[in-house]
């Protein structure tokens, strides 16, 4: 098993803990929104994705098992950045989240370069770092003096 990096941020505001984790897509905006919307590209990397709500081809938002998330893509040199944001309840969910959207996203990556998909259990070992990001900026898990 490989060790994969992670990449993401959960970051604390007033609703409470929201995961980003972004990704810099090699094609343009259009070709990228295609593999969001195109339902036999989406098959390919996240076949659960239900879409609600899209600004073609900037914004979309949807559910993915049970889970409420936002893309958001900007056409940048070198192709499209992609934005996920997923709120989370837990330190918990932090930990699950965190490094199943940093494997769907290189899964999606993998797909639009033809390059081989990642293997989903190298990104287990993120688990901790995106749960020390969650207790991080809630001070109820901080120790005691």
Known sequence: MLAIQA???????AHGLELY???????SATETWAWFMTPAK???WLPSLVVDDFSE?????????D????????????GTRV???QRLSTTREAGTAGP??????DSLLARVSGTPTPVEQ??????????????????SFWPTR
Do not use: C
């Not at 199943?100 to 996203?105: G, I, N, P, S, V």
């Open 7 to 13: 990449t993401g941020r959960v970051v604390r505001d």
């Open 21 to 27: 984790v972004t990704r810099l897509v090699p094609v």
């Open 42 to 44: 989406v098959k390919k």
């Open 57 to 65: 081809p900037t914004r979309l938002t949807g559910v993915v098992d």
């Open 67 to 78: 889970a409420r998330i936002t893309f958001s893509f900007v056409d940048v040199d070198g």
């Open 83 to 85: 934005f996920l944001s």
């Open 100 to 105: 199943k959207w940093e494997y769907l996203l």
């Open 122 to 139: 190298d990104y287990a070992t993120q688990q901790p770092y995106y749960e020390r990001l969650a207790m991080d900026g809630d001070p």
